[in-house]
Structure formats: C-alpha cells, structure tokens
C-alpha cells in the first residue's frame, strides 16, 4: 500500500485488534481467508505484537515460578504492564476492551462474539505456561473492561488458538465483511434465528458414485425446500443436540 491516493481511501476499520503474544507467527493465520481479505480492505485493522519486546533483561524474560510453589512457571506482570501502557495509554480516554483467553473464563458463545463485534477496539492478552501473574487483570480493569473467556471445558496450552477462533467469530459478524450479508445470520449458532442446526448442504453433480441429492433440492418449488429444510434441522437437532431444543 504504497500509493498515497489509495492509502486516502481507505475506509477506517470497523474494528481494531491488538493482539499481544510471545508466539506472534501464531497469529499469521489471521492474514488469510475472510480475516484476511477484511483486513486488506481496510474494514479490520490488526496488528500483533510480541511481548518479550517489552522486557528489560538480556534473556527477554517473560516467566517466573510460582510463589506458594508448585508446577510449571507464572507469566511476570512487568512486560505486560509496560505492553498495556504502550498499546493503550493510560491518559487516552479512549480505551479498547481486553479479551483473556483462560480455561476459568466466561464461556465464548455466538452472544458473546456479538458482543465483542459491537465494540471498536479489542486487546487481547495470550497467556501461555500458567497463566498471568493475577495483579495484571486488576492493574487493566482500572482502565478498562477486562472479560476473561474460555473457548471450552478442554485444556490450550496457551491463549493464542482462542484468539484466532474468537477472531474469525466476531470478524464475520462485521457488516460487509462476508460477501453475502444473510449468510451470517442464518448460520448455525448464531442464536438470533431459531437456534437450531442446518440442514444438509449438496451441490453438483446430482449424482455422486451412486448417490442423490435429495429430489426436493432440485424441484425448483422454494415453499416445499425450505419446509424440508426446516424439518432437517429439527430431526438432525434432536438427534444430535437435543441440548438445543
Ligand atoms: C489461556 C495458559 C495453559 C492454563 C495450566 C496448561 C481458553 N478453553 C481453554 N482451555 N485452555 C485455555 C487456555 C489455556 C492457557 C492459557 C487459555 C494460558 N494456558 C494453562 C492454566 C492451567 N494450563 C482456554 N481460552
């Protein structure tokens, strides 16, 4: 993006991402596909820093032991104090929401990623070994709103796979970032429809080593399609996520 004229017409984003990590390739995927193509076109901004850029020691620490002991090391709070008043300066009144990826966070979930979708500016912080040292939650929620989220009842080894799921969630929930504006709604999940799942997908050829596509998909008659869809995504809820009914 070298041309200035080009670089002037460029839309500001409608939402912009830090993502702070000591893993920054983690985040290349975030580059490619949909993400990447809203990015391209100036409706995401994302940038992703290393931590260890704010550590003052020659071995660019950013992990210590535990204090009251145990397994495995505790990320120290000083690199990501100086990373949250560099990203977000404490003077500037306009403060991003800070996302946590931890396994003892709020669950993330389809109202969740509307939620985050609806704000300007997201930080998210990604943990790795056992965790971040607690005081750096209380040190942001002085400034900002902190939200701990867990993708899962599974153990990550880190933050950095929660951000790129929780990403590609809240990107594709942007106006005008999926090609078609409908898809995002009907999509399963997204609980605003009927909160069901999708009926079975098919395309060409109709006949695929010896088996059809369902004839009413190739009857033409749309009240007799989405009848036969609504009734697939009823008998494939029940039998597959009775939770949802
Ligand atoms: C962040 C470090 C690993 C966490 C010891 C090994 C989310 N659904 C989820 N499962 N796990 C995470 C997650 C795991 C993380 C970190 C998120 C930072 N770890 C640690 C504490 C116990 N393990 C997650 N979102």
Same mark, same amino acid.
């Given at each position: 993006?070298?041309? !200035?004229?080009?670089?002037?017409?460029?839309?500001?984003?409608?939402?912009?991402?830090?993502?702070?990590?000591? &893993? !920054?390739?983690?985040?290349? !995927?975030?580059?490619?596909?949909?993400?990447?193509?809203?990015?391209?076109?100036?409706?995401?901004?994302?940038?992703?820093?290393?931590?260890?850029?704010?550590?003052?020691?020659?071995?660019?620490?950013?992990?210590?032991?535990?204090?009251?002991?145990?397994?495995?090391?505790?990320?120290?709070?000083?690199?990501?104090?100086?990373?949250?008043?560099?990203?977000?300066?404490?003077?500037?009144?306009?403060?991003?929401?800070?996302?946590?990826?931890?396994? $003892?966070?709020?669950?993330? $979930?389809?109202? %969740?990623?509307?939620? +985050?979708?609806?704000?300007?500016?997201?930080? &998210?912080?990604?943990?790795?070994?056992?965790?971040?040292?607690?005081?750096?939650?209380?040190?942001?929620?002085?400034?900002?709103?902190?939200?701990? *989220?867990?993708?899962?009842?599974? *153990?990550?080894?880190?933050?950095?796979?929660?951000?790129?799921?929780? %990403?590609?969630?809240?990107?594709? +929930?942007?106006?005008? %970032?999926?090609?078609?504006?409908?898809?995002?709604?009907?999509?399963?999940?997204?609980? $605003?429809?009927?909160? +069901?799942?999708?009926?079975?997908?098919?395309?060409?050829?109709?006949?695929?080593?010896?088996?059809?596509?369902?004839?009413?998909?190739? $009857?033409?008659?749309?009240?007799?399609?989405?009848?036969?869809?609504?009734?697939?995504?009823?008998?494939?809820?029940?039998?597959?996520?009775?939770?949802?009914?």
């Amino acid at each position: 993006m070298s041309d !200035p004229d080009a670089e002037a017409m460029r839309p500001h984003p409608q939402l912009t991402l830090d993502v702070i990590t000591i &893993f !920054p390739d983690y985040l290349a !995927p975030l580059h490619e596909s949909l993400v990447g193509k809203a990015i391209e076109r100036g409706q995401l901004a994302a940038r992703i820093h290393d931590l260890r850029q704010w550590t003052d020691d020659i071995h660019h620490s950013v992990d210590d032991t535990p204090y009251g002991g145990g397994p495995g090391m505790v990320m120290k709070p000083e690199p990501w104090g100086r990373a949250l008043d560099e990203v977000a300066p404490a003077t500037n009144p306009t403060q991003p929401r800070l996302v946590i990826p931890s396994p $003892s966070g709020r669950r993330f $979930s389809a109202t %969740v990623a509307a939620e +985050l979708a609806a704000e300007p500016w997201l930080m &998210f912080a990604c943990g790795r070994y056992e965790g971040i040292d607690a005081r750096v939650v209380d040190y942001a929620a002085s400034r900002m709103t902190v939200d701990e *989220v867990s993708l899962g009842d599974y *153990v990550l080894c880190g933050g950095e796979v929660a951000v790129l799921v929780m %990403v590609e969630a809240i990107a594709r +929930l942007l106006p005008g %970032v999926l090609g078609n504006v409908l898809s995002a709604r009907e999509d399963s999940f997204t609980d $605003s429809v009927d909160g +069901l799942l999708e009926a079975p997908a098919y395309t060409k050829p109709a006949t695929w080593r010896g088996m059809e596509v369902p004839a009413v998909l190739l $009857s033409g008659n749309h009240g007799e399609i989405a009848r036969w869809r609504a009734a697939e995504s009823q008998r494939r809820t029940a039998q597959r996520r009775p939770d949802l009914l």
